[in-house]
């Protein structure tokens, strides 16, 4: 069934309050918390047709940079996008985007992983570099700040992406929504 521009709209809308929603939980993971905004991207990135779920990310980044504080730790503000941390905010739009075209409601357990891995790793890239660039880190301290604390909990996070993927392409298609 060909869905409308409202529908398409909608599920948009819906998808970047979940991010919104699901980046201001915190779970404390040793030194470093984390949030459940990349899950987001993930579920979004994975269930979503590519232009919404990129559109999905965008409209996120665009609260967030007009002042609404829907980025993790409730941080808001153009500012956010260009400081020490934005650089993996930008590799979301990567992520939503990659991890879209490469899923659809028939990918395996395994494709649905791959891609996701794929996205994040997009993600930590685009941070990487920002914190190069932002807060003048050399490579291996960027590392050490932006990814190395967060592999664990990105595996995690990503192996229920992948867990919850065909029960909710389950759903989708039973709503007659499918990517």
């Known amino acids: 069934m060909r869905h409308s521009k409202t529908f398409s709209l909608a599920i948009t809308a819906i998808a970047a309050a979940m991010i919104a929603i699901l980046a201001q939980i915190t779970i404390p993971f040793g030194s470093v918390p984390f949030s459940l905004q990349t899950l987001a991207i993930g579920l979004v990135a994975t269930l979503l047709k590519p232009k919404e779920a990129t559109t999905a990310t965008l409209l996120y980044l665009v609260l967030g940079a007009i002042g ?3 980025f993790a730790g409730g ?3 153009f500012q ?7 650089g993996f905010l ?3 739009l990567g992520f939503s985007f990659v991890t879209s075209i490469l899923t659809n409601t028939n990918s395996s357990l395994v494709k649905v992983l791959i891609a996701n891995i794929l ?3 997009i993600v930590f890239v685009f941070g990487v570099i920002g914190l190069m660039v932002v807060a003048k880190l050399n490579l ?3 590392i050490m700040a932006g990814v190395v604390p967060f592999i664990i909990p990105e595996i995690l996070k990503l ?3 992948t867990l919850l993927s065909k029960p909710l392409f389950n759903v989708l298609r039973k709503q007659d929504y499918v990517k």
Do not use: R
């Open 75 to 77: 941080a808001s503000g």
């Open 90 to 92: 930008w590799g979301m």
């Open 119 to 121: 996205g994040d790793i």
């Open 140 to 142: 291996s301290s960027a």
């Open 159 to 161: 192996a229920l992406v």
């Open 80 to 86: 956010v996008l260009f400081g020490p941390t934005g």
């Open 68 to 70: 609404i504080p829907v």
